[in-house]
């Protein structure tokens, strides 16, 4: 398997801009999260999906974020508009969820950067 | 509630041993470590689920203290590649909640 495929790797632009974040988990895996790690804050969780269906949301710093699921292959995350402390490594992670809480496959991750 | 790591840092040479400890003022159901290098994603380690269970990878192990709401990784025999940010994570509301990491370093 592939594993997790995130795009793009790294995303650099300004102030104000829109800014999609692309995520395909593994085959198979019916849950998928969202975080977000910079120094300050550490790995954060933003949301996360189980069977496409949005469960927790509650990590999202605010309306300017929203993620979707339309199906079990992907996932975007988008910020509009975009602010400078965005800027972040946005990791994807896909697992199996059969109520509990099971291993979390990650993807390389997008490193953002907003100026 | 997030996790507690300590120490926040530690630095070793090549055949030492290491401790991290990660607790938690709640109850806990299940315990993760992670292990991120520099760069790189955080990559799964193990889960424990149950208080007493004990776990091993080659020359690390963790165990689970589910009365104290405490877990431990052991790191035996340190080697380079073992340098990198340790996390623990902790199931609650259907979601894992990291700690702030352990960074370790490893010295030939």
């Known amino acids: 398997d592939a594993g997790v495929i995130q795009s793009p790797r790294h995303e650099v632009t300004e102030m104000g801009q829109e800014v999609t974040l692309r995520c395909k988990p593994i085959s198979g895996h019916n849950s998928l999260f969202w975080y977000r790690q910079t120094m300050m804050r550490g790995l954060e969780l933003l949301i996360y999906?189980?069977?496409?269906?949005?469960?927790?949301d509650s990590g999202m710093p605010e309306d300017r974020f929203s993620a979707k699921m339309p199906n079990a292959s992907f996932s975007t995350l988008k910020i509009q508009p975009s602010e400078p402390r965005d800027s972040a490594v946005y990791f994807c992670a896909s697992s199996t969820s059969r109520g509990r809480i099971y291993e979390q496959y990650f993807g390389p991750g997008t490193r953002l950067t907003v100026t | 509630q997030q996790p507690v790591q300590s120490p926040q840092a530690v630095i070793l040479r090549e055949g030492e041993d290491a401790v991290i400890n990660c607790s938690s003022s709640k109850a806990l159901y299940s315990v993760h470590w992670y292990r991120q290098k520099h760069g790189e994603a955080p990559v799964f380690l193990m889960i424990l689920l149950k208080g007493g269970e004990q776990k091993g990878h080659e020359k690390i192990s963790a165990s689970f203290n589910e009365k104290k709401q405490q877990s431990s990784l052991y790191l035996t025999a340190s080697q380079l590649s073992y340098s990198g940010t340790y996390f623990c994570g902790t199931e609650g509301a259907r979601r894992l909640i990291f700690g702030a990491g352990t960074r370790l370093a490893v010295h030939p």
């Open positions: 999906f189980n069977n496409n269906v949005p469960i927790d």
